[in-house]
């Protein structure tokens, strides 16, 4: 007989750990560099539209949708639908998607940890080269670094909803606040820091064009951990009585207020580096930014705050983006987990054994696809360009599949498992949202434009990124 069940202990512990999930390096360094590449505060201004009236309803969906079913997302689309064949579909593509993104994230967040221990040793003018992150990710202490993080994210995982995702969410996440905001306010007090303020808060509407938008929306549903089966999960672990829309609207906030301030920490570091600065210049890549051009600016600070300030404000940046990174594998590792513990009865231990070992030897081909194995490393030509096995496991699924995924939910809840069920979910634990307007718009929205604007998206990054050819 299966056991019973887990669940989240309280809801402050549900939304701290589908914050965690949510904050992540999206949020710290991919949302400030495309703010500050277009268009500062109206990117700003377009990104909370999206959260609020685009990802919010779709993050409810999935709630709602995991918390009926009380199963993983394969569970909960077989058992929603009645066992259709169909809908099969996009449960698997639900455990798929959060698997890869899982084995690419864990690489990313994998030199992070290579960067916070050089942080650590006082190596910054080491990492400031740019030739330091060619060589870091070729070595062999990329593997070893691996492992640590793995047996991190597997030991929270092993102890348990309760005890582990919620109690690591409740220590870790307080704990990245208070990091981040004195992060902030450090940096808010050195010289020419209002600069960078002003570049990241003054709206420039002439940067926004269709592209922007799109990754505007790229950008706020990556961020909110839609589409990756993570909260159709979570949802079946939140208790009937807690509220899925006041807890949704909880962890959009947090979310983004995280990512706005992290801006603050961003630009102006960046200005306070150099003033003449033309952000427009920096590289699009969040990769770019952590690992070649923020710690160039760490080092610069040695001069006004002397080696050790130096190093100990790389190693707290460094330690915070670890923190926010590791929250988020752990939700996303905990979706196969349930998966296997839902649907082939396994305890929790021997299908985190399982999941991790597949995982390690992924990672492991996405680790040596920087050279080290030529074979991932050319892995395929798409649209004339070499893509290494890294490279093709982001823009499957991150770029790709993700809005494909957000595209289902809404279809499925709406059409197949019908709207009165699915206002039913929602109104259990919050008896005062029928006849909302929130109510409304989330119900209307779910079946008529949001699926559209995510079926554009998906068209167009298929076109974009297979063909090379974009719409908009
Ligand atoms: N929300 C995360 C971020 O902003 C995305 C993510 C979630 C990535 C879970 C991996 C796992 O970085």
Not at 18 to 40: E, Q, R
Not at 75 to 82: D, H, K, L, M, T
Not at 98 to 116: C, S
Not at 358 to 374: D, N
Request: proline fraction near 4%; include cysteine.
């Amino acid at each position: 007989m299966a056991a019973a069940r887990e669940h989240f202990g309280s809801r402050l512990g549900f939304i701290l750990a589908a914050a965690g999930s949510a904050v992540g390096i999206g949020n710290l360094v991919a949302f400030p560099v495309a703010a500050t590449k277009s268009g500062g505060g109206a990117f700003l201004l377009v990104y909370a539209l999206f959260v609020f009236f685009i990802c919010l309803p779709v993050m409810m969906a999935e709630l709602a949708l995991g918390r009926k079913s009380d199963k993983d997302p394969v569970g909960a689309y077989r058992q929603v639908s009645g066992g259709s064949r169909f809908w099969s579909l996009p449960g698997w593509l639900a455990l798929v998607t959060p698997f890869m993104i899982a084995v690419f994230y864990l690489v990313v967040t994998v030199w992070i940890l290579g960067y916070l221990v050089e942080a650590l040793r006082g190596n910054l003018d080491q990492l400031a080269t740019g030739a330091y992150f060619g060589q870091f990710i070729n070595s062999p202490m990329v593997f070893v670094y691996l492992i640590v993080v793995m047996l991190g994210i597997n030991g929270i995982l092993t102890l348990g909803v309760k005890d582990g995702i919620e109690r690591a969410a409740k220590t870790l996440m307080p704990m990245l606040f208070v990091m981040l905001l004195a992060l902030v306010i450090f940096v808010l007090t050195r010289e020419n820091a209002m600069l960078g303020v002003k570049y990241y808060l003054i709206p420039d509407f002439s940067k926004i064009n269709p592209e922007v938008i799109s990754k505007a929306m790229a950008q706020a549903f990556f961020s909110l951990s839609l589409g990756m089966g993570i909260m159709i999960t979570y949802g079946s672990y939140m208790k009937k009585q807690d509220s899925i829309p006041s807890s949704s609207r909880a962890v959009a906030i947090t979310d983004t207020l995280v990512a706005f301030t992290a801006g603050l920490l961003i630009l102006p570091s960046i200005f306070h580096f150099n003033p003449q600065i033309n952000p427009a210049e920096l590289s699009d890549s969040s990769a770019g930014m952590i690992f070649l051009f923020l710690p160039k600016i760490f080092y610069a600070l040695q001069s006004s705050i002397g080696y050790f300030g130096a190093s100990a404000f790389a190693a707290v940046f460094f330690f915070l983006v670890l923190v926010a990174a590791l929250t988020s594998l752990v939700s996303i590792i905990e979706v196969p987990v349930a998966t296997l513990r839902d649907e082939r009865n396994m305890d929790r231990k021997k299908a985190i054994y399982t999941i991790a070992a597949v995982q390690l030897v992924l990672a492991i081909c996405c680790a040596v696809s920087f050279g080290l194995v030529q074979w991932f490393t050319e892995f395929a030509t798409i649209a004339g360009e070499n893509k290494s096995f890294f490279d093709l496991v982001e823009m499957i699924f991150y770029d790709t599949i993700l809005p494909l995924n957000g595209l289902l939910v809404c279809l499925f809840v709406i059409y197949k498992w019908k709207r009165a069920n699915f206002d039913r979910e929602l109104q259990e634990g919050d008896s005062g949202f029928a006849g909302t307007f929130s109510q409304k718009y989330v119900n209307f929205s779910l079946g008529t434009f949001i699926p559209l604007i995510l079926l554009l998206i998906f068209i167009n990054t298929l076109a974009l990124k297979f063909f090379g050819h974009s719409f908009i």
